[in-house]
T-cell receptor
Framework: DADVTQTPRNRITKTGKRIMLECSQT?????MYWYRQDPGLGLRLIYY???????NKGEISDGYSVSRQAQAKFSLSLESAIPNQTALYFC????????????????FGAGSRLTVL | AQSVTQLDSHVSVSEGTPVLLRCNYS??????LFWYVQHPNKGLQLLLK??????LVKGINGFEAEFKKSETSFHLTKPSAHMSDAAEYFC???????????FGKGTKLSVKP
């Protein structure tokens, strides 16, 4: 089984619908992240969580919300999906530690491709 | 503030020839730097990382990168390209006191037979 599992892998929905993308991990990592990938733009951070009680906005959090249900689970919600949220979404995890000289190596899930019509 | 620039959006090489993917960074302190690879329809995988130890870093699959502080560069190289190297490559810099990572926009590597 994969260390970081994302569901669903593919989803097509309509404008205005509520969507939840789920992520679970077996790495035992404290930190979890949600990124969005668009062609030519690289990966941009949506939200991150350093533990169950710590949720932080990333670079592009508008239109998204998250829930850290447990150390191993981190879900991303689109309350009312719009077409420009069509993208590939990645969940990632890393070990506690970091800081300016930290080596936050990320373990990625396989991605969830979302299409909003 | 930290930032990273990948100088080429697309690089095409022939199988067996050298690979050079260029990355420049900006950081207000000694950064951690990474290269990740993304094969088609897959998640990202760590290729190598620099964390203020040796400036020449060796990674998986024959890739290596050299940290050059004077040039603020962290270019990725491989002596001989293989067809399986065709993928998108991301240069990443540690982003601040919280250790968040900032991704470059990616370089797509094509390998011709």
């Amino acid at each position: 089984d994969a260390d970081v599992t994302q569901t669903p892998r593919n989803r097509i929905t309509k404008t205005g619908k509520r969507i939840m993308l789920e992520c679970s991990q077996t790495k035992g990592h404290d930190r979890m992240y949600w990124y969005r990938q668009d062609p030519g733009l690289g990966l941009r951070l949506i939200y991150y969580s350093f533990d169950v009680k710590d949720i932080n906005k990333g670079e592009i959090s508008d239109g998204y919300s998250v829930s850290r249900q447990a150390q191993a689970k981190f879900s991303l919600s689109l309350e009312s999906a719009i077409p420009n949220q069509t993208a590939l979404y990645f969940c990632a995890t890393s070990q506690l530690g970091g800081g300016p000289s930290g080596a936050n190596v990320l373990t990625f899930g396989a991605g969830s491709r979302l299409t909003v019509l | 503030a930290q930032s990273v620039t990948q100088l080429d959006s697309h690089v095409s090489v022939s199988e067996g020839t050298p690979v050079l993917l260029r990355c420049n960074y900006s950081s207000s302190y000694s950064p951690s730097l990474f290269w990740y690879v993304q094969h088609p329809n897959k998640g990202l995988q760590l290729l190598l990382k620099y964390t203020s130890a040796a400036t020449l870093v060796k990674g998986i699959n024959g890739f290596e990168a050299e940290f050059k502080k004077s040039e603020t560069s962290f270019h990725l190289t491989k002596p001989s390209a293989h067809m399986s190297d065709a993928a998108e490559y991301f240069c990443v810099v540690s982003g601040g006191s919280q250790g968040n990572l900032i991704f470059g926009k990616g370089t797509k590597l094509s390998v011709k037979p």
